[in-house]
């Protein structure tokens, strides 16, 4: 079992960045790790994920060349840089982690795939 705790959230104007961070409780070699958004009143979705060695990425596509998703498998974190903001980024973020290697890919994205989630951070673009 992991435990999972963002940071890193807050208000910015569009065209702003912020970073978020997870930290987690075990060794993140071990986990396929991801990070989703849930806007208000909407559907929890899937943003990135990052293969368990870390050398491959998946975005869904309304942030691809915007957000980086990167981990560090020796501090047991994982960030997501968030660049280019729009207002329709405003939501609660979530890291998730799932053990073993998913993808990374678009089956990985799907919140039914995770067993471990942080409680959130939230992040609030204004126009």
């Known amino acids: 079992q992991v435990q999972l705790a963002e940071s890193g959230g807050g208000s910015v104007h569009t065209g702003g960045s912020l970073k978020l961070s997870c930290a987690a409780s075990r060794d993140t070699r071990l986990y396929s790790l991801a990070w989703f958004r849930q806007p208000p009143g909407k559907e929890r979705e899937g943003v990135a994920v990052?293969?368990?060695?870390?050398?491959?990425?998946y975005y869904a596509d309304d942030v691809k060349g915007r957000f980086i998703i990167s981990k560090d498998n020796g501090k047991n974190t994982l960030s997501l840089q968030m660049n280019s903001l729009k207002p329709e980024d405003t939501a609660m973020y979530y890291c998730?982690?799932?053990?073993?290697?998913?993808?990374?890919?678009?089956?990985?994205?799907?919140?039914?795939?995770?067993?471990?989630w942080g409680q959130g951070t939230q992040v609030t673009v204004s126009s």
């Open positions: 998730a982690a799932v053990y073993g290697g998913w993808g990374p890919d678009s089956r990985a994205l799907k919140k039914e795939v995770y067993d471990y």
């Open positions: 990052i293969s368990q060695g870390g050398g491959t990425t």
